[in-house]
């Protein structure tokens, strides 16, 4: 069983390949589980499994029809609705108010000066000293200087930083404006630096999942806006994002070889089980978790936050299911974990009909970046979903709140005075 996914989603890759005549979302979001799928391969071909958060050892593999099958049809539903998205069809996107777009973008500047002062005292020192160190603090649950120095904002500022998970905004924003909008290249600059708020939080433990977060929707919006990118753009775009893939690519290779140097597998190899347990952890939940018990406060964070008291909690469900459960499984083991296998059909269900209602249709030709806001926000899930669920904190439920209101203001006409 070990080959179906990835044959099925090298298949699914090129059959939407050909219809859309090129990379499209759907191209995009299905060759990423094609490539962790081949990854998960070489796992077990390597005999890489039983360490480096893969939970299958060479004795306990068991792959089954079931899971397999369920695993490739609920991705399929996830990713189908993308494919509406045809970027070769879209001639224009409009956008209702150029004030409302510079309202926001100096909302969002604001949330990433804070994150920037939060984190100033400290970055420096951890990029200097010891990854492992750092990350290991991080998983026993040390705090970071940056959390203590969140923690004594004054309220104001308490309440303004909820918002810090919405900064990724700014990315689609700022190809909206390259592509579209005539503006200075300090403006666009300035979104540019809007959008790695997260990544440069991250950082305070040592954490690479940001940064391959923050890469991987990059490429979303290149796939996304790619027939509006004109050859200023592009040269534009090498210009800066040279020396930041630059910084990408060493901070994420110095952070593997620090946790992952000295073991057995080497850093290669933890990084390949970084890459390719998402399959073969999903197998495992299906095969062990306790299908009785249910979780809402990764499904419904904010209402068990903020209603309930509650937030998540690894050790919790480590007690419940009886095996060691913060890995990646993608984000269909999350629900696996948290609701049951019925619950995780019925989720997906619901997300590919909340897909088609809000998606554009596929024969137009002109949408908004209202509409573009919305595919993006939902197009994290499946994208980061490789791994495992983004919106599992509260935070980003107040992110996707305030993505609504940007997007209802960007696709409606207001007059901002």
């Given at each position: 069983?070990?080959?179906?996914?990835?044959?099925?989603?090298?298949?699914?890759?090129?059959?939407?390949?050909?219809?859309?005549?090129?990379?499209?979302?759907?191209?995009?979001?299905?060759?990423?589980?094609?490539?962790?799928?081949?990854?998960?391969?070489?796992l077990?071909?390597?005999?890489?499994?039983?360490?480096?958060?893969?939970?299958?050892?060479?004795?306990?593999?068991?792959?089954?029809?079931?899971?397999?099958?369920?695993?490739?049809?609920?991705?399929?539903?996830?990713?189908?609705?993308?494919?509406?998205?045809?970027?070769?069809?879209?001639?224009?996107?409009?956008?209702?108010?150029?004030?409302?777009?510079?309202?926001?973008?100096?909302?969002?500047?604001?949330?990433?000066?804070?994150?920037?002062?939060?984190?100033?005292?400290?970055?420096?020192?951890?990029l200097?000293?010891?990854?492992?160190?750092?990350?290991?603090?991080?998983?026993?649950?040390?705090?970071?200087?940056?959390?203590?120095?969140?923690k004594?904002?004054?309220?104001?500022?308490?309440?303004?930083?909820?918002?810090?998970?919405?900064?990724?905004?700014?990315?689609?924003?700022?190809?909206?404006?390259?592509?579209?909008?005539?503006?200075?290249?300090?403006?666009?600059?300035?979104?540019?630096?809007?959008?790695?708020?997260?990544?440069?939080?991250?950082?305070?433990?040592?954490?690479?999942?940001?940064?391959?977060?923050?890469?991987?929707?990059f490429?979303?919006?290149?796939?996304?806006?790619?027939?509006?990118?004109?050859?200023?753009?592009?040269?534009?775009?090498?210009?800066?994002?040279?020396?930041?893939?630059?910084?990408?690519?060493?901070?994420?290779?110095?952070?593997?070889?620090?946790?992952?140097?000295?073991?057995?597998?080497?850093?290669?190899?933890?990084?390949?089980?970084?890459?390719?347990?998402?399959?073969?952890?999903?197998?495992?939940?299906?095969?062990?978790?306790n299908?009785?018990?249910?979780?809402?406060?990764?499904?419904?964070?904010?209402?068990?936050?903020?209603?309930?008291?509650?937030?998540?909690?690894?050790?919790?469900?480590?007690?419940?299911h009886?095996?060691?459960?913060?890995?990646?499984?993608?984000?269909?083991?999350?629900?696996?974990?948290?609701?049951?296998?019925?619950n995780?059909?019925?989720?997906?269900?619901?997300?590919?009909?909340?897909?088609?209602?809000?998606?554009?249709?596929?024969?137009?030709?002109?949408?908004?970046?209202?509409?573009?806001?919305?595919?993006?926000?939902?197009?994290?899930?499946?994208?980061?979903?490789?791994?495992?669920?983004?919106y599992?904190?509260?935070?980003?439920?107040?992110?996707?709140?305030?993505?609504?209101?940007?997007?209802?203001?960007?696709?409606?006409?207001?007059?901002l005075?």
């Amino acid at each position: 069983m070990i080959y179906v996914p990835f044959v099925y989603f090298l298949s699914l890759t090129m059959v939407f390949y050909r219809q859309h005549k090129g990379i499209d979302v759907c191209v995009y979001i299905s060759a990423l589980y094609a490539l962790t799928s081949f990854f998960a391969l070489l796992l077990v071909k390597l005999n890489l499994i039983g360490a480096g958060g893969v939970l299958f050892d060479a004795q306990t593999l068991n792959l089954r029809f079931i899971p397999t099958v369920l695993y490739c049809v609920l991705l399929t539903l996830t990713i189908i609705p993308f494919s509406k998205i045809h970027s070769v069809q879209i001639e224009s996107i409009t956008l209702s108010s150029v004030r409302l777009f510079d309202f926001f973008a100096f909302f969002l500047l604001g949330i990433s000066i804070l994150n920037l002062y939060i984190i100033a005292d400290s970055t420096m020192d951890i990029l200097r000293g010891d990854f492992l160190e750092v990350r290991s603090a991080h998983y026993v649950g040390d705090e970071t200087i940056a959390q203590q120095k969140a923690k004594s904002l004054p309220m104001i500022l308490g309440y303004i930083y909820y918002f810090n998970k919405a900064t990724i905004l700014a990315l689609p924003m700022f190809f909206y404006s390259i592509c579209f909008l005539q503006k200075p290249w300090w403006y666009n600059l300035g979104l540019l630096f809007i959008s790695l708020s997260t990544p440069l939080v991250a950082i305070q433990a040592a954490d690479r999942t940001e940064f391959i977060f923050y890469a991987q929707m990059f490429l979303f919006c290149i796939v996304l806006f790619k027939a509006f990118i004109g050859n200023s753009q592009r040269r534009w775009l090498k210009l800066i994002l040279f020396p930041l893939c630059m910084f990408f690519v060493v901070y994420v290779g110095v952070v593997t070889i620090a946790r992952f140097g000295e073991k057995d597998s080497g850093a290669a190899g933890g990084a390949l089980q970084y890459a390719g347990q998402g399959y073969l952890n999903f197998c495992y939940f299906y095969e062990n978790a306790n299908q009785n018990v249910r979780f809402v406060d990764r499904v419904f964070p904010f209402y068990a936050h903020f209603a309930l008291g509650q937030d998540y909690d690894s050790e919790v469900r480590q007690d419940v299911h009886g095996f060691f459960t913060p890995v990646f499984a993608t984000f269909l083991g999350v629900f696996l974990l948290d609701t049951g296998v019925i619950n995780t059909v019925l989720w997906v269900l619901c997300f590919w009909l909340l897909c088609n209602m809000v998606f554009p249709r596929s024969n137009i030709t002109t949408i908004s970046f209202g509409q573009v806001l919305i595919v993006f926000c939902m197009g994290v899930i499946p994208v980061f979903g490789i791994f495992y669920y983004r919106y599992i904190h509260y935070h980003y439920t107040i992110m996707l709140i305030l993505a609504v209101v940007m997007a209802f203001c960007f696709h409606y006409r207001f007059k901002l005075k």
